[in-house]
Each structure stands twice: as structure tokens, then as C-alpha cells.
């Protein structure tokens, strides 16, 4: 069976309960009780000013009561580094115990940086050359082809594939659902992007910031008060 190769991350809202007015709602209890619940369904510029003040002086427990669960398609090593963010985070990720799992690899773009200078702690990444890109491109196809060969010799030998998947790199495909609620996503923004607007900078691994820009895109249409005002206050979580 012949490998896929691909470059990309993709992101899909398949299920919400996010609106700016869930803010507003949640917000509104703690001054005038039941009579909030009416807040729920209000929207337009008489929130804006409320959720500004929420994000500024970092009152975060409003920006909870909503739900997003994302469909992500990205790298395994991107998942790792994904799973790190718990807190307000629910996971469900493509089994290599229970499926056979797809030839579908990763290789950077040709706009992936590619050459990491500098020491520990003060460093940057700088383009590489078109040869060495090639270079990349060549040794992870072939690093590929061969671990997802031997992956399948030892399926058809009978072993389990939950021990035949020891074989595949990091660098293979997978899927997962991902559950969050506007504050949680918040905090991974303001990680795992990079961002003119961020009063703390943030250094990512560009795969990683790829999903996070395409989550950042659907949450912005969700709830576009609420992102303006992450944006307008540094983009630090409240």
C-alpha cells in the first residue's frame, strides 16, 4: 500500500453551545440573580462594554459556560503537545488498538522553517534551502514507506495492532475530538500562536500553531465579541 503525504492541519466545528451572550448571562447573576436568565438571549453592543470589563480585570468564570468541540485532523506529535492543555479540555483520539491505522504522513511545506539558531531559550527559526527542504521531503517519505511496510508485515504475521503500531513514527496522521469552552481556548491561543496583538509572546511549534489559527477562525464567528475583547486586552486568557 502506498503512503500519502501531506502538509496541512484540518479543523472542524462539529457541535457548539457558544454565543457572546452566554457571557453576558453568566455574568449578570452574581448582581441580579434569576432575573439573568434573560440575558441569555441578548447580543449586540449593550454586552460589549460588559464582557470588556470580564476580560480586563480577568473575571474568567463567565467565559466558561459554553462548549466547542472541534474535529482535528494533524500529526500525532501535534497531539502531544495538544494534550498538555487539561484543564477545561476533553479528549476522545483515533485508535491504533482498535482500527488499522491510515498510511498518511506529514511533511513540513515548503514554507516551513526549517534550521533552529541560537541557543536554549533565545533562539529563532530561519528558512531552509530549496536542496535541503528536498532533503527533508526525501528522508521522511522513505523513513515513512519503510516503518508503514513493516507495520503491515506484522499485521499479516498476526501480531496485535496494538503492538504492530510500535513500528510507525510521530510523524503519521491521526484524528481526534476536542472540547473546550472559551476560557480554555483562550489560554491554548495565547500559547500557541504567535500574535502581533499578545502582550506576552508566545513561541510555538508552527504545527501546533496551525491548529490554533483554524480553531481561531471558528471561535472568532462564534463569538466575536468575546474575541475582540481577547484580542483588544493582550490576548492573555482571564
Known amino acids: 500500500m502506498s503512503i500519502t503525504l501531506r502538509s496541512d492541519v484540518t479543523v472542524e466545528v462539529v457541535k457548539h453551545t ?3 451572550a452566554n457571557v453576558v448571562g453568566a455574568a449578570r447573576v452574581s448582581t441580579i440573580g434569576d432575573a439573568s436568565l ?5 447580543t449586540g453592543d449593550p454586552s460589549a462594554g460588559l464582557i470588556n470589563y470580564l476580560m480586563r480585570d480577568r473575571h474568567g ?5 459554553n462548549s466547542m468541540t472541534f474535529f ?3 500529526p500525532i506529535f501535534v497531539f502531544r503537545e495538544f494534550m498538555r492543555h487539561r484543564v477545561g479540555w476533553s479528549y476522545n483520539e483515533e485508535s491504533g488498538r482498535y482500527r488499522e491505522l491510515k498510511p498518511v504522513f506529514y511533511v513540513p511545506g515548503p514554507d516551513r522553517k526549517l534550521v533552529q539558531k541560537g541557543r536554549p531559550g533565545k533562539y529563532e527559526f530561519v528558512d531552509g534551502s530549496p536542496s535541503l527542504h528536498g532533503t527533508v521531503a526525501t528522508t521522511l517519505a522513505e523513513s515513512y514507506d519503510k516503518a508503514y511496510w513493516d507495520y503491515q508485515k506484522l499485521l499479516e504475521a498476526g501480531v496485535a495492532r496494538e503492538v504492530a503500531r510500535l513500528v510507525l513514527p510521530v ?3 491521526s484524528s481526534m475530538y476536542a472540547t473546550c469552552n ?3 481556548l483562550m489560554h491554548f491561543l495565547g500559547l500557541r500562536t504567535k500574535h502581533e496583538l499578545a502582550s506576552v509572546p508566545s513561541f510555538p511549534q508552527r504545527e501546533i500553531e496551525m491548529v490554533g489559527e483554524q480553531m481561531e477562525a ?3 464567528e462564534l463569538m466575536p465579541i468575546t474575541y475582540a475583547a481577547f484580542n483588544a486586552n493582550g490576548r492573555i486568557a482571564p
Open 18 to 20: 457558544a454565543s457572546d
Open 38 to 42: 434573560d440575558s441569555w438571549e441578548l
Open 61 to 65: 468564570s463567565p467565559f466558561e459556560h
Open 72 to 74: 482535528i485532523s494533524a
Open 171 to 173: 510523524g503519521l496522521y
Open 182 to 184: 472559551a476560557r480554555s
Open 218 to 220: 471558528c471561535w472568532a
